[in-house]
């Protein structure tokens, strides 16, 4: 098949979790793209002005049509790169490698920024990268890199839910993590078999460009799960091509996907549901209480609103005895009353669909104009 959208200009950060998650996509799936490292000249003259989105990974299609948002991209690249699905074809794993992804992407975030930002010599390193990246000078670039991970820390983790009570349980996510992954990859080379799947790109983009890249859990990760770190190596040099074409999908079994599943649907799901509920009552923050972690006055997300209301969707469509398999993978933590609860509509179908056009600076309304302040402060959440 011709893709007349080909080829792509990928704007991405190289310490950018979301940037870690898409490059590895493109990498497997042998798609034409040319990668840019966007600072903040490229951020403001080419992507901003154009789409009214300030975020990484943005891709650039051939024809001026953009792409945001990984995991709504890689579907959209599915439909055209369909050889080597990254989606099972058993409906109840398919389902699976989804609730992977938007977990990966979602719920090991915050972890991503403890280690980073929490741990001193990662801090110190990340937040001088971040000012030279940014093509400042030697000074500006201390500066501004202090200042970049103080708002860091403060955003994502003291001012989201994070204190003295919870912040070691933040911490060991991680480290239960690796766990769960080193056993996995004593027995296969990607999470759910022969083949990566969505499941592995969702936790690509922590371990990648975060946990296995920041000096303070890289370290750990070598120590204490070196087929994790084996594991990054392999994906981002992985292709499709080189694979067999046949695809051998394993279902979850096992003490480890024991415990994955009960974070997954013990904690994550009735995050994600708390959220929603939250958010259609209008609240901007919301005391979480998981199975075993909660977060006190927490920020409310539109965009994971999206997320649940999409697995939802998703869990709705399947076929009766293949949402019998997944009941049976998650409800002994209640994992299938919050996926056959109400779905509650974030209203975000529209913005998030795919491809978005090209806009003329013109069109775009004064909010999106360019800002110094906004340059400097402005950020999406996710
Ligand atoms: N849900 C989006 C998230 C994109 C995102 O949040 N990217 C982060 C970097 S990893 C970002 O651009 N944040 C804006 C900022 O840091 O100013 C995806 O899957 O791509």
């Not at 079994?253 to 997954?264: D, F, M, N, T, V």
Request: hydrophobic share 40%; proline share 6%.
């Amino acid at each position: 098949m011709i893709d007349e959208h080909a080829p792509y200009t990928v704007y991405k950060a190289d310490m950018s979790y979301f940037s870690g998650k898409l490059e590895a996509y493109m990498r497997y799936k042998d798609i034409p793209h040319t990668p840019v490292d966007v600072d903040m000249v490229i951020m403001n003259r080419d992507i901003y002005p154009s789409t009214g989105v300030r975020k990484v990974p943005a891709v650039k299609c051939a024809n001026g049509e953009w792409l945001f948002d990984t995991t709504p991209m890689m579907q959209w690249f599915e439909q055209r790169y369909p050889t080597a699905p990254i989606l099972p074809d058993d409906p109840a794993l398919a389902f699976m490698a989804l609730l992977l992804e938007d977990y990966g992407d979602e719920w090991l975030w915050r972890p991503s920024m403890y280690w980073r930002w929490e741990q001193a010599a990662s801090r110190r390193l990340l937040a001088w990268r971040i000012g030279v990246l940014a093509n400042m000078g030697s000074l500006v670039a201390k500066l501004f890199g202090r200042y970049y991970a103080s708002r860091q820390r403060k955003e994502w983790l003291w001012n989201d839910g994070v204190d003295r009570q919870n912040i070691a349980e933040v911490r060991d996510l991680y480290l239960q993590e690796l766990a769960f992954l080193q056993s996995v990859f004593e027995k296969q080379p990607y999470i759910l078999g022969s083949h990566p799947s969505a499941a592995d790109f969702g936790y690509f983009g922590s371990m990648f460009r975060h946990f296995g890249n920041d000096p303070d859990p890289a370290e750990v990760m070598r120590r204490e799960a070196p087929a994790v770190y084996e594991w990054l190596a392999r994906l981002w040099n992985c292709k499709a091509g080189r694979l067999p074409a046949e695809q051998r999908w394993n279902v979850p079994a096992g003490e480890q996907w024991q415990q994955l599943l009960s974070r997954l649907t013990a904690d994550y799901l009735p995050y994600l549901q708390q959220n929603a509920e939250a958010w259609r009552a209008g609240k901007k923050r919301f005391d979480f209480s998981g199975k075993s972690v909660s977060f006190r006055q927490t920020v409310t997300t539109r965009y994971r609103v999206w997320c649940l209301q999409q697995l939802q969707c998703r869990f709705a469509e399947l076929d009766d005895e293949s949402a019998r398999i997944v009941a049976v993978w998650i409800q002994p933590y209640g994992g299938e009353a919050i996926l056959r609860g109400e779905i509650i509509d974030s209203g975000m179908d529209d913005e998030l669909r795919l491809p978005k056009a090209d806009k003329p600076r013109s069109s775009l309304p004064a909010k999106h104009r360019f800002s110094i302040k906004e340059a400097l402060l402005g950020r999406p959440r996710n």
